[in-house]
Each structure stands twice: as structure tokens, then as C-alpha cells.
């Protein structure tokens, strides 16, 4: 019940902070944009009588697949953003103090603010990328594959963002966690597209350098399956387009990252448990 009460403040300092707000304000704005592009390109085939339907069917994934990348893109950073601050910010300012009393234990502190924030992004998410998908099936009646499993992956690299920012969190300042998070994440970005440019032109060296930043921090390699899964057959075949790979995340990949996340959240713990307060 403790941990559940916490959770609940956090999701309720969010809003009052108003991160919930902003983000909110922020994903209609994004969807907005998204509907007014697609609305026109949608006009435009459809004034086209002679264009084959798989093509239709492909440029449609394509153009989702694009915008749910903009959308894990902005949600992998809405989990950093939200969880930076928590921890380093309640220590710098004096605030952990009446709160990580007995009987509340410091666990208790960290696995309600995940479950907190785990709520957040989830909402977060369901907005961006589960609005992107109803307007494109309300628009054109296409609706992606295996859109559950893919809206999960993104969802799985979204709590590893934030489950890898609360660690920092609990013994580095807020700008320095950020820093160090970001620094992460620019190594997954680069580490996954340098595995697909050599699995396009068959370079195995460059293929093993993007499986190993993914082990580094797996949240890129977690998106490319999510994409995978939401691609249909002819896209993937093909593979041309520059949210598509052929070097596709195994199922040993997400074993290893729902490891990787159980070990980061177990260094939040400790770490935080071992901290000067």
C-alpha cells in the first residue's frame, strides 16, 4: 500500500509540476500535425484511379511507420525528462528528507516513483502512438500488424529509459544525469543505424558494432522490433526505407532487455539505499 501511495504522488507532482499538461498540450499538437500532412497525402492517392492497392497499402506504412518513430522518439524523451529531477532533485533540495522516513523504506521510495512514472508514460504513449495508429485506420481503414506487440516494445524501451535515468537520479545531480542518459541514448541512435547502413551493404564488423550498443542500452534495438512487428510483409521484404532494417532484433535481444531493466531498477534500489541523504 505504501509503494502504491507513493506511486500515486508522483503521477500527481507530474501533473502539478505540470509535465502532464505540457505533454499532453504537446502530443494533440503532434497529432494535429501528423492528421493535416496524412489527410492530404490520403487526397492525393485517392484522386489517383490507376495506383496498384499494395502500393497504396505500402506508402500508408511507410508514412505511419515514420510517425511513430517521431512518437517513440519524443516519449523515449519525455522518460528521461520526467524521472531526471525526481530523485536528484528531491536530495539537492532537502525534500527526500520527510519523505524517506520509517516506516516508509527507501525501496518503497524508488519502486513507487517507477510504478509512477510507469503509469505516466503509458498514458504518454497510448496518446502519441495508439492516436497515430486509430487516426490513420479511421482515415484509410489500414491498420498496421501486430500493432499491440509493436505499441508494448515501444512502451518496453520507454520504462528502460526511465528505469536507467532513476538510477543516475539516485546518486548524480539532475544535470548530470541528463547528460549521462542522453550520452546512452546517442550511443544506442548511432550504434542502431550504423547496424542497419551494414546490413544493407553486408558489413558484418558493422553489424556486430550495433549489436554491441545495443547491449550497451537496448531501447533503439527495442524500437526496430516494434517497427518490424508493425511493417507489413512487403515492406520488410524490400526493406528501403530508412525505418526499416533487415538486421531485426532476435527474441534474445528483449530477454536481454527485460534483464537489462530488472538490473538498472535493482541499481536504483541500491544505489539510492547507499546514499547520503
Known amino acids: 500500500m505504501r509503494i ?34 496524412f489527410f492530404f497525402i490520403v487526397r492525393q492517392v485517392s484522386a489517383e484511379p490507376f495506383m496498384p492497392v499494395l ?13 511513430l518513430y517521431a512518437a517513440n522518439f519524443l516519449s523515449i524523451a519525455m522518460a528521461a525528462l520526467v524521472s531526471a529531477d525526481t530523485l536528484a532533485g528531491e536530495i539537492s533540495s532537502g525534500t527526500i528528507q520527510s519523505v524517506a522516513c520509517k516506516p516508509l523504506r527507501r525501496v518503497e521510495i524508488v519502486i513507487g516513483k517507477w510504478l509512477g512514472f510507469a503509469g505516466l508514460l503509458s498514458l504518454y504513449l497510448g496518446l502519441l502512438a495508439g492516436g497515430l495508429i486509430l487516426s490513420v485506420w479511421l482515415q484509410t481503414g489500414f491498420l498496421p500488424p501486430q500493432p499491440v506487440v509493436g505499441l508494448a516494445l515501444m512502451l518496453f524501451g520507454c520504462l528502460i529509459m526511465m528505469t536507467v535515468t532513476l538510477a543516475f537520479s539516485s546518486t548524480l545531480s539532475t544535470l548530470a544525469t541528463g547528460g549521462a542518459v542522453f550520452g546512452l541514448y546517442g550511443v544506442a541512435f548511432i550504434g542502431s543505424w550504423v547496424e542497419q547502413i551494414g546490413s544493407y551493404i553486408n558489413n558484418s564488423t558493422a553489424i556486430q558494432i550495433g549489436i554491441v550498443s545495443s547491449l550497451i542500452m537496448p531501447s533503439e534495438a527495442l524500437w526496430r522490433r516494434a517497427a518490424h512487428e508493425m511493417t507489413t510483409a512487403l515492406v520488410q521484404m524490400v526493406a528501403g526505407g530508412p525505418f526499416t532494417s533487415r538486421s531485426v532484433p532476435s527474441d534474445a535481444m528483449i530477454i536481454y532487455a527485460g ?9 536504483a534500489v541500491y544505489l539510492f539505499n547507499h546514499r547520503d541523504l
Not at 11 to 37: C, D, M, S, V
Not at 260 to 267: E, T, W
Open 4 to 37: 502504491l501511495v507513493i506511486a500515486r504522488l508522483t503521477f500527481r507532482e507530474a501533473i502539478r509540476r505540470k509535465i502532464a499538461l505540457t505533454a499532453l498540450i504537446l502530443g494533440l499538437l503532434f497529432l494535429l500535425l501528423f492528421n493535416l500532412g
Open 55 to 67: 502500393a497504396v497499402r505500402n506508402l500508408y506504412s511507410s508514412f505511419q511507420l515514420a510517425g
Open 259 to 267: 534483464l537489462y531493466l530488472l538490473i538498472a531498477l535493482g541499481a
